[in-house]
């Protein structure tokens, strides 16, 4: 039997969407009232959770505290069911580990902690749901979080994966689309300004086929961000509504 | 954009897993329907026709487009690909079960949905919100795909009718299913089976030969006799496959024995044998080429080999009789295949009168169980049986070779005439113009490759440069020139014609390194000492001036020659000097020195029938030529893989298996001489020591006989490989850097080098081990299938040589002892022939055969391997299908069996009736 065909003569991908066509994207904020900040998010089906606390004094050895600015402590786990097959996966083991600095990297570019010496910001994330894309989920949802605890920061951060079949860039990667082994790029785009917070890619790809998807990739982060804005966005009327304005 | 989503859940085999796929539908997939204003989709590519003027059909007269289903378009793929049908409309879910169940077709389908002028249409209906279906509790796959394909049958009618009120346009629903037919019809959806349809196109009569004949169930059941058992169905097959009871490999049916085949078993090394079948029951229809399946049966039941050569005359008892019935019906027929590994095909045609002593292609439909022969269909005239052109047209189809000529958009990619080297063409490039640089090449050859020189440096050593035509400057990645020679591959030499890789403006003269012009090549070049050690290797792009084109014996004259002593002759002599000390420590690490009969035609000038036979002759010049292309090679090869370890194109020679060697052993101890097998070296040794005094000619044929056991050498890429020696050239690696004119695999060769000295930019695909390794595969496939072209070339030529000549008596040797016939070798002609000793209206002669010494004995004459015979040549074209060159002995003279030199009475060749040797076990 043939392999799994990602992209018709048509241009449609397995699961219908055209190459450059996000999958869709709902959101919510506060979801938890006894954090800081929380957010849900559900990209296709990859659903994330984020959690945000802080700014706080720093928990723990005071040795850690910066002089100039925040620590910002991320960390990632994926909950048993999130996968087709159910998997114990203990605190701590190398792909979240990983994870976790590849989110702090990508929200110390982000938050301005320089507003906040000698603290700590704790951001939680859990993904409920793997269907491809966790990392940009976990920061979409991290980003509303943050945003939720009202922590102030540059710019969004919005993040999209992409992949890159027959010639054709591919956004936002479905778990069938990673699983079929070609090249896939994460982009963490701080969109107003248009500048990377991080950009990863496993795989190999020829540098002439970079630009492409990295465009592809951008392009989908700036979706992403029109979007996130219009939950946040919802998110603030509706509060400010509750508080009777 | 995103209508709604649903969930697909679906296991998969090893443990139940849940898995939940998003699935979008659409509303904005156009029906394709130029002119279509209710989906105001812009549609990409080829699409519908807003009128279709189809050939007029008598079932449906008013315009229509056709939608067929999986089972047509698996089918009947040859009616589609008829320029008559047009505007027809793919389902996706036709397209993807074509997809899973059959590669070729597919590719074949989206051929067709590419060509502008058919007018294909994929409709992506699996997508569509209003076409999309879902399984309902308790249905099949099947039946949901049916019922999809018939949900979008009629929603493109009422979608048509919606277009405009008086819209006549229609879609007809081809289906050869009869229960889907009938329930399309209870919805009011046109539907025919495929013959129906075809049968109705009364301006295309012709297409109904082209329909594919299924077996239909109920005429299976009505003619008896079953001959065949049962396939397996394939998930007992796989079952048995994984537990081993089964094993699986490519089926080889026998070329001199219709009733045995081997089956090549797929696995590693250590598995790696050959299984033999025989009898038809156990062939179980299967065909050359076929993944099968086989069961060893018990120890006690093996055979071997039974060495007897055995044709299919086919005739048996019960078939005569059906063939007589068949005469009846008059429309149906026996084909013949030009190969004979493949069996005898059942075509129903009305055109059998015009048919008759044509070559036609045919493709096989089905095997039911209760025929002798397969079930095919007609599908294309070639032209007149022993017509040159068409019997070139044959083997050129038979061994897949792309002859079409260079499509525009190939050609497209040449650079414009007239062409001259710019300063943009000189960057990274050396101007080697002064050097005396001169080609030496088989007389006539107008696409010449290479280019050597040679001069004494300044501190008394020798500078040698091998030049090589930079293809790779004029060809680029990826652009349709590229794809169609990485398609081709090699290009294929026939006798009277040269099917080449590149359009000719590059073979024969831009690439050309011609004499007394500026000529771009990429140059290796030595510093030697005079003891021919390399001090030092350069590899540079460059321009060249060569300075002369000399042919192999011109060359040869000029170095013999007492009193020229000129700059080309000065280095030809260099060059003649180190290659000799090259061949001599070359042979002293083991390379074999094989030798193979090669014939040249002398082709008359008019008619291009061939006058004359020449053997190939060998002269020092051949083997210096030949010396240095080696070295150059293995110095590219050794560059490119230091640079590359892991995506270098290489080629290797894998060392032959012992038992490979059995019969070059056997038949020299016939001789009293002993071949040593365990490495090259001792090979090469001991066939240089066989010598016979009173048998000058014994040597050749050892070597030939030696050539038989190799190996073939193949290409590999660097990354998926690990072993890269190469056996005959006992070198540890080694590429192909010096014809890229004529191989594809150079061209790569030399992008991979260009990049490595940084005088080209590399590209996507140069560094994709996967995508070398697929080239790499379709270069081995293409090579040795322009070989099997060549020979089939010269097996032709050779025929009409013998036709016009008449019959001949020539001194032959043995080759090889079969129980039933002898192969012999005519060194005069370099053809190879078997003489039969059992014919069907004499009566047998008592035959010993003797496997131990290889030996026959005839009455009272034994014959060995090596042994001299003289034979009696002839063209025996008592059988249209297949002339063959006969032979017959002449001596030495065994009563009843040999002939006399000039006696022909009892060989009635040209006489209607049809004489062959017919044999029993």
Same mark, same amino acid.
Request: proline content about 6%; hydrophobic content about 25%; glycine content about 12%.
């Given at each position: 039997m043939a392999g799994l065909e990602l992209l018709s003569d048509q241009g449609y991908r397995v699961d219908g969407r055209r190459a450059g066509e996000l999958r869709k994207i709902q959101a919510r904020m506060g979801?938890?009232? @006894?954090?800081?900040g929380s957010a849900y998010i559900e990209q296709g089906n990859t659903k994330a959770l984020a959690v945000v606390y802080g700014p706080h004094e720093i928990r723990? %050895?005071?040795?850690?505290?910066l002089p100039d600015r925040a620590l910002v402590n991320c960390q990632y786990s994926s909950a048993?069911?999130?996968?087709?097959e159910r998997k114990r996966r203990p605190h701590g083991d190398r792909k979240s580990c990983e994870m976790g600095l590849q989110l702090r990297q990508t929200f110390e570019a982000a938050i *301005?902690? @320089? *507003?906040?010496?000698r603290s700590q910001i704790d951001i939680y994330v859990q993904v409920l @749901?793997?269907?491809?894309?966790t990392y940009a989920a976990c920061v979409n949802a991290a980003t509303l979080a943050v945003l939720d605890a009202g922590i102030p920061m540059r710019d969004f951060v919005c993040a999209c994966s992409a992949g890159f079949v027959d010639g054709t860039a591919l956004a936002d990667l479905s778990h069938v689309e990673e699983a079929a082994g070609g090249p896939q790029l994460a982009l963490a785009l *701080?969109?107003? %300004?248009? @500048?990377?917070a991080l950009l990863e890619m496993d795989a190999r790809l020829h540098e002439d086929h970079l630009e492409q998807v990295l465009e592809a990739a951008a392009q989908a982060a700036q979706d992403v961000h029109i979007l996130l804005d219009r939950v946040v966005r919802q998110h603030v009327r509706e509060a400010s509504i509750l508080l009777g304005d | 954009m995103l209508k709604s989503k649903t969930f697909l859940k679906k296991t998969r085999a090893g443990g139940v897993m849940k898995i939940v796929r998003e699935h979008y539908l659409r509303?904005?997939?156009?029906?394709?329907?130029?002119?279509?204003?209710?989906?105001c989709g812009a549609h990409e590519g080829p699409a519908l026709e807003p009128q279709p003027q189809d050939p007029a059909s008598s079932l449906c007269p008013q315009p229509h487009y056709l939608l067929p289903d999986t089972n047509v378009l698996l089918h009947q793929i040859d009616v589609l690909e008829d320029?008559?049908? #047009?505007?027809v409309i793919v389902l996706q879910t036709v397209l993807q079960e074509v997809r899973n169940r059959s590669a070729p077709v597919y590719k074949r389908i989206r051929d067709v949905a590419n060509?502008? $002028? /058919?007018h294909f249409y994929t409709f992506t209906? !699996?997508?569509?919100r209003e076409t999309y279906v879902e399984q309902e509790q308790g249905e099949n796959a099947n039946d949901r795909n049916d019922r999809a394909i018939r949900v979008a049958a009629k929603w493109y009618n009422e979608h048509l009718k919606k277009m405009s009120a008086d819209n006549q346009l229609q879609v007809i629903f081809i289906t050869n299913d009869r229960k889907n037919k009938e329930k399309a019809v209870e919805e009011g959806i046109p539907a025919f089976t495929c013959e129906e349809y075809v049968k109705s196109l009364t301006a295309n009569p012709e297409l109904i030969d082209r329909l594919a004949c299924l077996s239909e169930e109920g005429n299976e059941i009505e003619?008896? /006799?079953?001959i065949f058992s049962e396939h397996l169905p394939l998930s007992k097959l796989q079952q048995g496959i994984k537990s081993g009871t089964y094993l699986q490999g490519t089926f080889r049916a026998s070329r001199e024995n219709y009733l045995e085949a081997t089956v090549w078993i797929h696995g590693d090394s250590e598995e790696n044998k050959e299984i033999i079948l025989q009898g038809l029951k156990h062939l179980n229809r299967a065909i050359h080429e076929d993944i099968v399946a086989v069961e060893l049966l018990p120890k006690s039941q093996w055979v071997a080999p039974s060495s007897v050569v055995l044709h299919?005359?086919?005739?048996?008892e019960d078939d005569v009789e059906k063939e007589e019935e068949r005469e009846q019906m008059s429309r149906r027929h026996l084909f013949t295949p030009a190969d004979k590994r493949i069996p005898r095909i059942r075509i129903e045609t009305r055109q059998a009168s015009t048919l008759e002593g044509r070559r036609i292609i045919v493709a096989i439909d089905g095997w039911p169980r209760n025929s002798r022969y397969p079930n095919g269909h007609f599908v294309k005239n070639l032209g007149d049986v022993g017509e040159k052109e068409t019997e070139t047209e044959v083997l050129l189809l038979e061994h897949d070779v792309p002859h079409q000529p260079f499509s525009q958009a190939v050609l497209s990619f040449l650079p414009k005439m007239p062409w001259g080297i710019t300063e943009k063409d000189m960057k990274? #490039? $050396? =101007? +080697? #113009?002064?050097l005396c640089i001169c080609s030496v090449d088989p007389?006539?050859?107008? =696409?010449? =490759?290479d280019a050597l020189h040679c001069r004494e440096l300044e501190n008394g050593n020798l500078e040698v440069g091998v030049h090589i035509a930079d293809v790779s400057h004029f060809i680029r990645p990826g652009n349709a020139l590229d794809q169609e020679s990485a398609r081709r591959g090699t290009t294929v030499y026939l006798c009277e014609k040269r099917i080449d890789m590149v359009p000719e403006l590059l073979s024969s003269n831009l690439c050309s390194l011609k004499c007394d012009v500026d000529r771009l090549a990429f140059s290796c070049i030595w510093e030697m000492n005079h003891s021919a050690e390399i001090l030092k290797t350069k590899f540079t792009k460059s321009v060249i001036n060569s300075k002369a084109s000399l042919t192999y014996a011109e060359a040869q004259l000029r170095i013999d020659s007492a009193n020229m002593r000129d700059d080309i002759t000065t280095s030809l002599r260099g060059l003649n000097k180190l290659a000799k000390i090259l061949k001599k420590k070359r042979i002293e690490k083991g390379a074999l020195t094989l030798s193979s009969p090669e014939v040249r035609f002398h082709m008359d000038?008019?008619?291009? =029938?061939?006058i004359d036979l020449q053997t190939k002759e060998l002269r020092e010049t051949n083997s210096m030529v030949e010396e240095f292309m080696l070295l150059a090679n293995i110095s590219v090869a050794k560059k490119i893989h230091e640079e590359f370890s892991e995506h270098a194109l290489l080629r290797k020679h894998p060392a032959p298996p012992p038992s490979n060697y059995e019969i070059l052993v056997k038949a020299a101890r016939s001789r009293n001489l002993e071949i040593k097998t365990d490495t090259a070296k001792s090979l090469a040794e001991s066939l240089d020591q066989a010598e016979s005094p009173t048998f000058p000619y014994l040597n050749t044929l050892l070597r030939i006989l030696a050539t038989r056991c190799m190996m073939q050498a193949v290409y590999f890429c660097s990354g998926m490989d690990n072993d890269f020696h190469h056996y005959g050239l006992a070198s540890p690696i080694y590429t192909h850097f010096t014809s890229p004119i004529r191989r594809y695999a150079d061209v790569i060769v030399h992008r991979l080098l260009a990049v490595a000295i940084g005088a080209d930019c590399t590209y996507p695909e140069l560094t994709d081990k996967h995508k070398l390794a697929d080239i790499c595969k379709n270069l081995n496939y293409r090579h040795k299938m322009a070989q099997y072209a060549q020979r089939a070339s010269v097996a032709f030529h050779t025929q009409l040589f013998f036709k016009s000549k008449g019959r001949v008596s020539e001194e032959a040797y043995i080759l090889f002892v079969r129980k039933n016939a002898i192969v012999v070798l005519i060194p005069k002609y370099g053809l190879e022939g078997t003489v039969f000793f !059992? $014919? /069907?209206d004499k009566p047998n002669p008592r035959l010993i055969y003797d496997d131990e010494i290889p030996s026959l004995k005839i009455e009272d004459t034994v014959f060995h391997v090596f042994d001299k015979v003289k034979v009696k040549i002839m063209l025996d074209s008592s059988n249209l299908q297949h002339q063959k060159i006969r032979m017959s002995l002449v001596e030495p003279q065994i009563p009843g069996i040999s002939i006399s030199p000039?006696?022909?009475?009892?060989?009635? +060749?040209?006489?209607?009736e049809k004489k062959k040797m017919k044999l029993e076990k």
């Open positions: 979801v938890f009232a @006894q954090a800081d723990g %050895s005071r040795a850690r505290a048993t069911f999130s996968t087709g *301005l902690t @320089q *507003l906040h010496p @749901q793997a269907d491809g894309g *701080l969109p107003a %300004s248009g @500048q990377i | 509303d904005d997939i156009g029906c394709g329907a130029a002119g279509c204003t209710a989906c320029p008559a049908i #047009r505007n060509n502008q $002028e /058919k209906n !699996e997508h569509h003619s008896g /006799k079953i299919d005359e086919g005739q048996n990274n #490039r $050396e =101007d +080697l #113009r002064h007389p006539g050859c107008t =696409d010449i =490759d000038s008019e008619t291009h =029938d061939p !059992e $014919e /069907k000039d006696d022909i009475s009892n060989m009635n +060749l040209n006489g209607p």
